[in-house]
Structures are given as structure tokens and as C-alpha cells.
T-cell receptor, first 117, second 110 residues
Framework: GAVVSQHPSRVICKSGTSVKIECRSL??????MFWYRQFPKQSLMLMAT?????????EQGVEKDKFLINHASLTLSTLTVTSAHPEDSSFYIC?????????????FGSGTRLTVV | QKEVEQNSGPLSVPEGAIASLNCTYS??????FFWYRQYSGKSPELIMS????GDKEDGRFTAQLNKASQYVSLLIRDSQPSDSATYLC??????????FGDGTTLTVKP
């Protein structure tokens, strides 16, 4: 089955620094990747949708200059949290779908737990 | 009204019982429906998909879809403590983009 690898699984960074999270589709070409954020005991919140080779589409209220998304290839998307602050501490999860799978479920990465101190 | 609604729970059932999870959606044009399971601290994993009216069975799981009533459900037979998790209902709209419900937390008591 489809596998999505997400790294790192856990990161602690100092306030004001930037953190990059990678999301790779291992055995399929991911035409679309989604980035979610989830706070404890809350639902998934879609942050942005990225299509290979084009700019990401951000959801309302998500700062595109703070959460930089790059989807440079069909197997890799990255999320960079710039100038991180403690309120950015959260669980970040990517998911991917491939060409011809628009009606299939998402394959999720294992998530990245970000703690900003 | 939310696009996808689920009872937040928690839903508690004894081990061996049937757990019934419900979901309603507002977009009549929705075509694909999914159930995901999310253990605490982990990312969601797809457990069932259903595309046409009726029932779809996979092991102890049965998904039921009624497009006229805009309703999709998940039944878990012979519930086990390992089934304790949050279950997310998702509905596909255009371009493969899913809308997720807030999830129902299920606890199966030994």
C-alpha cells in the first residue's frame, strides 16, 4: 500500500528559529499533499494544500509567510515553520494523494510533534 | 452547520459489544466517504472507504452509506480494547480534497 514518510517525528526548537518538516511519498507519486495541524484533543485543521510545481493554497487564517510550503517534486513536500514561537507548538501531519486516486482515502505521514521553547 | 458532523462522544462500550459511530454531511454532491482511526498521539490511518449506498464489510468493520439521508456510519463488531481511539469521518469534495469531521472518541472497556 501507499506509504508516506514524515520527518522528523519530534523536534524541540528555540523560539525565533525555523524548523523544516519533510513529507515523502515512498511508493507513489503524490500530485497533491496536504498539511494539517492538530492541537491536543482537538480535530485536524487543514493548513494548506500543495500541488507539485505550483504554489500552495493556504486556508483562511494561516500565514503563508510563516508556514512556507514547497512541493518541488512528485515525492517530496516540505513545511518550514519560520520564526517559531511557543504558540506554534503542535502536532503537524502531512497527507498525500496520487494521480488517479482522487476518490481514494488519504495516506498520512506519522506526524511531527513540534515543541517551541 | 458544519460540513461533516460527528458526535464527539466519548462513546463507551463493553468489550465484545457493537460500537456504532455516526456521521452526517451537508454536501449532496459528495461521492466518497472514509473512516479513519486515530490513536492518541498518532496520525490517522484509513480503515474503511465507501462509495455507493448500502453496506460494506471488512472484518469486524462495516461501513453504511445512505446518500438520500446524507448519513454514513461505522459499526465495529466484537469491540476490543485496542479499538479505543478517535474515529474520524471524512467526505470527499472536488479535486480529492477531504473534509473531516471532528471525530468521535471510542472507549472499549474490558
Amino acid at each position: 500500500g501507499a506509504v508516506v514518510s514524515q520527518h522528523p517525528s519530534r523536534v524541540i526548537c528555540k523560539s525565533g528559529t525555523s524548523v523544516k518538516i519533510e513529507c515523502r511519498s515512498l511508493d507513489f507519486q503524490a500530485t497533491t499533499m496536504f498539511w494539517y495541524r492538530q492541537f491536543p484533543k482537538q480535530s485536524l485543521m487543514l493548513m494548506a494544500t500543495s500541488n507539485e510545481g505550483s504554489k500552495a493554497t493556504y486556508e483562511q487564517g494561516v500565514e503563508k509567510d510563516k508556514f512556507l510550503i514547497n512541493h518541488a517534486s512528485l515525492t517530496l513536500s516540505t513545511l518550514t515553520v519560520t520564526s517559531a514561537h511557543p504558540e506554534d507548538s503542535s502536532f503537524y501531519i502531512c497527507s498525500a494523494i496520487g494521480s488517479g486516486t482522487d476518490n481514494y482515502g488519504y495516506t498520512f505521514g506519522s506526524g511531527t510533534r513540534l515543541t517551541v521553547v | 452547520q458544519k460540513e461533516v458532523e460527528q458526535n464527539s462522544g466519548p462513546l463507551s462500550v463493553p468489550e465484545g459489544a457493537i460500537a456504532s459511530l455516526n456521521c452526517t454531511y451537508s454536501d449532496r454532491g459528495s461521492q466518497s466517504f472514509f473512516w479513519y482511526r486515530q490513536y492518541s498521539g498518532k496520525s490517522p490511518e484509513l480503515i474503511m472507504s465507501i462509495y455507493s449506498n448500502g453496506d460494506k464489510e471488512d472484518g469486524r468493520f462495516t461501513a453504511q452509506l445512505n446518500k438520500a439521508s446524507q448519513y454514513v456510519s461505522l459499526l465495529i463488531r466484537d469491540s476490543q480494547p485496542s479499538d479505543s481511539a478517535t474515529y474520524l469521518c471524512a467526505v470527499n469534495r472536488a479535486a480529492g480534497k477531504s473534509t473531516f469531521g471532528d471525530g468521535t472518541t471510542l472507549t472499549v472497556k474490558p
